[in-house]
């Protein structure tokens, strides 16, 4: 491995590292936000992917329907250490799959709405508005009823397949707010419309629910664990005026900005399909170092490869769902506490994807793994960001400031950008020390959780009192880098220019 010295300094936005294998890796990085050693190394480790796909191609040629390789590979300034590939890793290849490159949380990612409310006219009211959000997102108070049908054209086909399936009569819980938003109309405000083909369901039929009624489920509408949240947030500050008229950002606008993804679906989904594509590694190679595992993309693996994308497809459905679910929600709650309000989608993408693409004539596949897409405005031509180029919403740590940013389709980033501020302390070491941070933290921000640590009876609980702070605690702003300087990179480097900057008001975390 090498990193050009000459890229270390504060204007640097490049470091190339080079393995034995000859696969470079771009690094988008200046000396304020610094590249993780463990990160470094993980990610050479994972490219040692290039020896697995030769020495497949050697023992099994027939695999493939046309030589495969790994043609680029990015890292995002918000790159750090996970488990086996590093977050913020963008990689492209052709002639295969890798499963294992998007994480266990298939199409987690960001959605955000703008509302028609002022800041003024939430902050007064942020006893009553916690109260309804914790109802409705942890105490039972997500009213979801759907049949099996229902369920099966949601994973089949995604927010087409729903609207599809669930007819305007059908108007209990949130169901009346999912027609009165027409949410059909605000399709191409989502990457692939929200809605990717599948042609089964694998596994799910205990989820699906019965044939006869409708029932609920534990799943659709749910937060998740560690930095998922819920956020309502106002615009603190508009950085490109031009952009922000056509996007209908204004300073002091409510905002409500949705992260997570497939939650425990995804989990299953993303195991079922990796135990399949580790069979058909070939039995006369040893399992490769890094525990990386490809997928052919020819002929003699077919039936692999299509069970793959069916189950990606199912998990990534659900999660589009999931996320819409969630921004309703809280809309109910805006409603319920402070009166009518417009709400707007303004886009939601993945972060924890693959995509299909075609990229200088020939087919690719690009894996996201904690990156946002950031392309610029002629991959956008169909869609109402022809003109800017696509949103890309990079969060903040909880209780910071979050931004909107407009891709710049940057070559050697793979169009992609950060995803968050990425973590400089493990969830470990974050609960070690820190408390005047800590409590600072907890003073300044309003944090909405299933435990309600306004009431007396839970303070008197110092066990539930402590296991709630812990978690609070693995995610506290001091665990992570600090957005600014990402956002700066993301700038220079040309992949993603600040739009708006969003401040929190409330957030909820599972």
């Known amino acids: ?83 086996g590939i590093p977050v913020g890793t963008v990689l492209q290849t052709r002639g295969f799959v890798v499963p294992q490159a998007i994480g266990n949380d298939i199409n987690c990612g960001m959605r955000l709405h703008v509302t028609s409310l002022r800041a003024e006219q939430v902050t007064g009211k942020l006893d009553e508005l916690e109260t309804a959000c914790r109802r409705i997102y942890f ?20 927010l087409t397949g729903l609207l599809e399936a669930v007819p305007k009569s059908q108007t209990e819980g949130l169901w009346r707010l999912f027609h009165d938003l027409d949410i059909g109309r605000e399709l191409d405000r989502i990457d692939q419309r929200g809605s990717l083909k599948s042609n089964r369901t694998l596994g799910l ?51 409500v900005m949705v992260h997570t993804g497939s939650v425990s679906i995804g989990h299953f989904c993303g195991g079922y399909y990796r135990d399949k594509v580790r069979a058909i ?46 921004a309703i929600m809280a809309l109910d709650c805006l409603r319920q506490v402070v009166g009518e309000a417009d709400f707007p ?16 004539g020939a087919e690719v596949v690009l894996h996201r793994k904690g990156a946002c897409p950031a392309r610029g405005f002629e991959a956008m031509e169909e869609t109402p960001f022809a003109y800017q180029g696509e949103p890309v919403l990079v969060p903040g740590s909880m209780g910071a400031n979050s931004f909107i940013l407009v891709g710049q389709g940057n070559a050697a980033s793979l169009s992609s950008a950060s995803h968050g501020a990425g973590r400089t302390l493990s969830r470990g070491d974050a609960m070690k020390g820190h408390h005047a941070e800590f409590e600072a933290f907890l003073k300044a921000f309003r944090i909405v959780t299933p435990v309600d640590l306004r009431r007396p009876e839970i303070r008197q609980r110092r066990d539930i009192l402590e296991a709630k702070l812990a978690d609070i605690k693995q995610e506290a702003p001091f665990a992570f880098k600090g957005i600014a300087p990402v956002v700066e990179t993301l700038t220079a480097a040309g992949i993603a220019r600040p739009v708006a900057e969003v401040t929190p008001l409330m957030t909820g975390k599972g």
């Open 1 to 83: 491995m090498t990193i050009d010295p000459r890229l270390t300094r504060l204007d640097a936005t490049r470091l190339r590292v080079n393995n034995a294998r000859g696969v470079d890796a771009v690094l988008f990085a200046n000396e304020q936000v610094p590249v993780e050693g463990a990160a470094v190394t993980e990610l050479i480790e994972f490219l040692g992917l290039q020896q697995t796909v030769e020495r497949v191609a050697e023992a099994s040629p027939g695999s493939f329907d046309e030589p495969p390789g790994i043609t680029q590979v990015a890292v995002t300034p918000d790159f750090h250490k996970a488990k």
């Open 345 to 360: 989608l303004l886009y939601d993408a993945p972060h924890n994807l693959v995509w299909q693409e075609e990229r200088d």
């Open 205 to 255: 039929n205990d989820f699906l629910g019965p044939d006869d009624r409708v029932s609920r489920d534990g799943q659709i509408g749910s937060i998740g664990g560690g930095n998922h949240f819920v956020e309502i947030q106002r615009i603190d500050k508009i950085h490109d005026k031009a952009v922000a008229h056509a996007w209908g950002l204004k300073p002091g606008m409510v905002t």
């Open 281 to 326: 590694h070939p039995a006369e190679l040893k399992h490769p170092d890094n525990g990386i595992f490809i997928l052919p993309t020819g002929e003699a693996h077919r039936e692999t490869a299509e069970l793959f994308w069916d189950t990606l497809n199912n998990a990534a459905n659900f999660a589009f769902a999931n996320r819409m679910f969630l």
């Open 139 to 158: 105490e039972g108070g997500r009213n979801i009823p759907m049949s099996r049908a229902q369920r099966e054209a949601l994973f089949k086909n995604g």
